[in-house]
């Protein structure tokens, strides 16, 4: 994960145009890759996809010559889609189209201007403190194609029934590592490993890499019809720095994912935190607004907003570790095995307890104890009536979910547990 | 509100009779007070209006010829609805007659025997204690008027709609300021602050000021055809004194009115206490009786009963302040603010977020935090589905009412919310 | 309760057999006991009632002659129902069906093998550490007769309507004192105590003494068409030890009997614990079966396998009191007492409060305060509107459900409350 994110950090990623081209090439080349151009214009829930934005360049010169910004030296230097300017401007001038962060002096912010017209630069405090009175030349040479389009891609593992699991991160953020490159790089891994499995899964698993809010919004009118086949799904952001996972709740709260990650985390070994859903962060935003109210929470390491580097050129690989990564991919994974191997157990022999000794189930004489597996043997007997599913044997019993689903096949493997049903 | 209490607070208030009457002519001064008349003898609920008592002299003359006890020195040395007698007694023989406090024998109890024939006095017990051997003159000269009547009031701010808010306070103690003529001046304030609003509210607003059990229970009585009409409701008592603002739930603990205060004392700079329902208190024992269950709370300062002072002489002016009336008028505004500002909103671009910036709803450029206003507009538009109200936006964002509202108010503007509706 | 278990504590209980059987007749001394045999090879669920295991005689001679261990000392020397065999063995030949606890060197183990066909000695093992090489005779003079029976009690207390409360214990353990002689004990002596009430209960409480696991089981099975006859009931265990009285829910985990345990101990002097079910304990299991899902808890004083001396010869006369027996006893009484008490009650008189002073139920004066009686008596004519129960009530107000039922008892003779429905 991290070789990718070094390989990409500096592309220049935005709404549109290359440089999320050129990232989803470079996931292509670990896992395949369905990549959408939708046109500049398409219109999309209440928004519409923007013309095409192309920088060709953008600095500034100042008295005496000096080059004091430019966008060749960090994508994060111009102000996204900004409009194309050439002229002369005093320093009071141009300060009013500088960005800078007079509480952290030393980076550069991330400042975008998608839907307003405008331009700017951003530059580290220190450096515009340090401009001299005089004339500065200002070159934004850029374009905003509406014959363009907007890049989506999607890594999609077929399932054997009719069920999707979606994940979905943005793809915009440029120059910037652990929002949300480390997602990026997260989601493409995880594509990799699903991938990789000798059996495919239950339910097609969908990984939606597109940009910020416009990209799962178009997505979402795109697919409208199908949205009922999402069983749960996770957005992704923030993955990489040592944080505490946190996992944000759906909407609904209560939604199998809820349950599903709640489970998970709790028998993991890194420290988390469950939080209730709130409607500002990554791509829940949108899954989670009222006319689609779909199952899908959102899982990061420190979450967006909430870590003093965020959105400046201090979020970079040294903030992102591959243990968190590796952590962070873990927790997902676990997440989606709970999902995945979720159930709704019915005994064979609900009239008292069966008999486990005669069929080789436990070793135990009487009078000794058992351990969590014959726990987990009684839980799954217990609880396997048809309402209850693996879920709530786990979270009745505080074992963790592979224990209570391997008991569940040691059960049907015994004939004492239905086939299964879902 | 310190007032109109310093100029009522000796009137001779019981069920019935002239101190009631006077009471709401003094409020009648700052804001329309509809008076009813009860004839004494009408059923009401289990009970029946009693006849009209009235005091023309009531007083002990020891030996010496020394007066020891006077209802004309203060309306609580007369146990309330006590029948005429007229004779000599024993110290012994009075004393069974007498009240008074060893555990506070500085201070004269308040008594009353409305349903049970006698007479009494209440003493400082320091006083009784001092009384020497010998005989007394006795002297209760009452009446127990059966062709009198039982005198409430009613203040009435009409609505637009056909729902009501009602308002409650007993108005029947004589002779104490907290327990609860503070209760009656911050209702006769509240009328005079609405009946003042350019605007009239969704719902009628009444406050009823009667007689305490028997008062609201024929209030009920009468108007028991009407009561659906009652979107919620609040019982004032003890408002005066300086202890934390307690809210006590109606009998259903999840009326509009329980989550409207909860959310309203959240957000209010005094401390406040939160309570479940007991079946003890003041008026709401009657609205939340099993027969009505209307969505009434309580509100109080340090609820009745729960300070040293109460049904004392100690219960006087000393114990109230104007910060802290000002403080619970605050509060019972705040409550009903949220009661009459809460709808249910739908949004009309439900699918994925609105763009806000094209609106000018939001100044912020990408990649910049936004405040509680902005925080207030995603959480309004994702929960406007029409199943939520703005109760549940407050509640779940750790928003105020107000700052929701604002939100849910700028948004119908810009035309992301239909119209109001209830 | 000491008696009987001093009596019957060396009596060889298993499955089967006149262990069982004498245990029985000892209790039939104090109150009848219905005694059914059933037959070895009766079905019973996914089991079969065993055949019937006698012991004549076992033990094991060591070199020199010497008795190393003899099931004469203690029932528990002899793995549960031990297949025959006479032999001569090596002391390594014979470690191989020795069982003992290294870390409690002092303390016979107790072991069966009931399904699995094979015979062992459980010793103490100092004892075992202390065995010579050599050569050692065994004699296990045991036979498995599939003409035999297995032996339960139900001790039957008739109740007056058509609802049964159940109460039952397992009756095989031989030669331990709290886990399960006392148990044994304290519903002897309850079924006692209930059979010699005045008056029947409203429901005919049945008190089973049968063999763990199969027993239940077998007595479901048999009565499989009456079940849902059971209002509540309780399985105990370990009811003479020191520890906290421990309540474990049923399956249902809101049923009746478990929120009359809770109510019942918060008011008892011992102090208790509340546990949510688990699938393993006593004979909970079977009742609480998906299949059966019957409304029974377990009570215990501390649950079987949390004790260090469980199921080893320690677990003895000196672990158990008189007075953890009685309070467990009493909590059983009162857990009883608050599932026949409940009701839904109903007010004559739901509109407002209802005058108390009028019929003597209360005496006070205006203005005085209440005590606990006057509080329930307000509480659940509050509650009485068919739709809350007493035991509601108790919870409500946090009174202890005899104040709140004798409230109800007296509002019920002053007319305030309908006759008794359920």
Not at 82 to 101: D, I, K, M, N, P
Not at 226 to 231: F, G, Q, S
Not at 401 to 406: G, N, T
Request: proline letters at 9%; glycine letters at 10%; one cysteine or more.
């Amino acid at each position: 994960m991290l070789t990718l994110m070094r390989e990409t950090l500096d592309l220049p990623r935005s709404l549109t145009g290359d440089g999320v081209r050129d990232t989803l090439a470079a996931i292509a080349r670990l896992v395949p890759v369905r990549v959408t151009e939708v046109p500049s214009g398409t219109p999309a829930g209440d928004w519409t996809v923007p013309p095409e934005w192309r920088v060709r360049a953008a600095h500034v010169t100042g008295p005496g010559g000096r080059r004091i910004v430019d966008v060749a030296d960090s994508p994060l230097h111009l102000v996204g889609y900004s409009t194309a300017f050439r002229g002369r401007l005093t320093r009071a001038e141009l300060l009013a189209h500088v960005h800078s962060l007079p509480d952290r002096p030393g980076a550069v912010p991330y400042r975008t201007s998608y839907w307003v017209p405008e331009w700017g630069f951003c530059m580290r405090h220190r450096d515009v403190e340090a401009l001299p009175e005089g004339d500065y030349e200002v070159v934004v040479d850029t374009e905003h194609d509406p014959a363009g389009s907007m890049t989506t891609g999607e890594i999609v593992i077929d399932g054997t029934g009719p069920e999707e699991v979606l994940l979905s991160t943005p793809v915009c953020h440029p120059g910037l590592a652990n929002d949300n490159l480390s997602g990026v790089a997260l989601l493409a891994e995880l594509g990799r490993v699903l991938a990789q499995r000798p059996e495919p899964p239950r339910r097609t698993h969908r990984i939606l890499l597109s940009p910020g809010t416009v990209g799962p919004i178009a997505w979402l009118a795109a697919n409208r019809d199908h949205l009922d086949r999402i069983r749960g799904g996770l957005a992704v952001m923030c993955a990489g720095d040592p944080g505490a996972i946190t996992y944000k709740a759906s909407r609904r709260g209560d939604a199998p994912v809820d349950r599903a990650a709640a489970l998970a985390l709790r028998h993991r070994p890194e420290p988390h935190a469950l939080r209730d859903f709130i409607p500002w962060g990554g791509d829940e935003r949108q899954f989670c607004s009222p006319g689609y109210d779909l199952p899908v929470g959102a899982i990061s390491r420190t979450p967006p907003g909430e870590y003093p580097e965020n959105h400046t050129s201090d979020d970079d690989l040294t903030l992102v570790t591959a243990a968190a990564l590796e952590g962070s991919l873990g927790a997902v994974l676990d997440i989606l095995d709970v999902l995945e191997g979720d159930e709704r157990p019915v005994s064979t022999s609900p009239f008292g307890e069966p008999q486990l000794g005669r069929r080789g189930l436990t070793r135990r004489r009487g009078g000794e104890k058992g351990g969590d597996h014959e726990m987990a043997l009684l839980w799954v007997l217990n609880l396997a009536d048809g309402r209850h599913t693996l879920v709530d044997c786990a979270e009745r019993s505080g074992l963790s979910f592979p224990v209570i689903r391997d008991a569940a096949d040691a059960l049907r493997g015994a004939g004492l547990l239905t086939a299964r049903r879902d």
